[in-house]
């Protein structure tokens, strides 16, 4: 089995909708599925998005959400959205909603959308706005109107993030503790990168690495796939996500890879492949 992965194809930016799914189905070709690591469209338009992924593709796609995916929504909105929408359709499985999916007798497919957490590098210190603060109904708290423009409180800021994040967490630890005895191989799909050491700087050149980590990573979610490498020895564990649209590929442990997929905005294309 093989099957192609893509991460941050941000549908809601391509020039010419059909054009830019038939480029990113011909290569697919040879494949058994799809898997998405987040950032499909806005919260707006993500279930026509998925529609229209899934018209073209015809074969399954385990797929996540991302941040921009709650766009001018909010969390629980768009994830109810997302799971009527999937309910009545043929190939695509939403990992946020299932414990897993199983690929093969040795390999499982298991994931959620996670969230950065603010625990690597300088959050109090980083001067970083992210766009999710001014256009996702949950951190409205955070943000007060001002003579000067609008006023953030990071601190709301970080607690909003980390209960994101922890929901996803536990979400991901229950499914490995279902999955990791029976698999030798499980795949976790989740949007932000969980290691800080896979951040490069293509995206940022200029904002020192500490200030844009806490926003583009989850120690939460990396400390916890490191526990269950430890745990399940016998088991080798594949994490792909996106979030930094930036390439890495790496071992974080002898049974632990992780790999984040390159993205450009209006280019949608495959970030690689996965041989089961």
Not at 74 to 90: C, F, G, P
């Amino acid at each position: 089995m093989k099957l192609a992965w893509v991460t941050d194809i941000h549908l809601d930016c391509v020039d010419n909708l059909q054009t830019a799914l038939n480029s990113l189905n011909a290569g697919l070709a040879g494949c058994d599925g799809l898997i998405l690591s987040g950032d499909i469209s806005t919260g707006s338009s993500v279930t026509y998005h998925l529609r229209d992924l899934e018209e073209v593709v015809q074969k399954p796609i385990y797929f996540v959400l991302g941040n921009h995916d709650y766009y001018f929504s909010d969390i629980l909105d768009v994830r109810h959205r997302v799971v009527e929408t999937t309910r009545y359709m043929s190939f695509s499985k939403y990992l946020g909603a299932i414990p897993y999916h199983r690929l093969s007798n040795s390999t499982v497919i298991i994931g959620s959308d996670g969230w950065y957490d603010a625990f690597n590098g300088d959050a109090i210190g980083s001067d970083m706005i992210m766009n999710d603060w001014l256009k996702i109904a949950d951190f409205k708290p955070a943000i007060k109107n001002s003579l000067m423009g609008k006023t953030i409180n990071k601190s709301i800021i970080m607690q909003v993030a980390r209960e994101i994040c922890k929901a996803s967490v536990n979400h991901i630890i229950k499914s490995i503790k279902i999955v990791a005895d029976d698999s030798e191989h499980v795949i976790v799909v989740t949007h932000v990168p969980p290691f800080a050491e896979s951040y490069t700087d293509d995206k940022y050149k200029n904002i020192l690495p500490q200030n844009v980590i806490p926003w583009y990573t989850s120690k939460m979610m990396g400390e916890m796939l490191k526990t269950a490498a430890k745990t399940y020895q016998q088991t080798r564990f594949t994490v792909l996500s996106g979030h930094t649209h930036s390439p890495f590929e790496g071992d974080i442990l002898h049974n632990l890879h992780a790999k984040v997929g390159k993205s450009q905005y209006g280019s949608p294309q495959i970030a690689g492949y996965i041989n089961i």
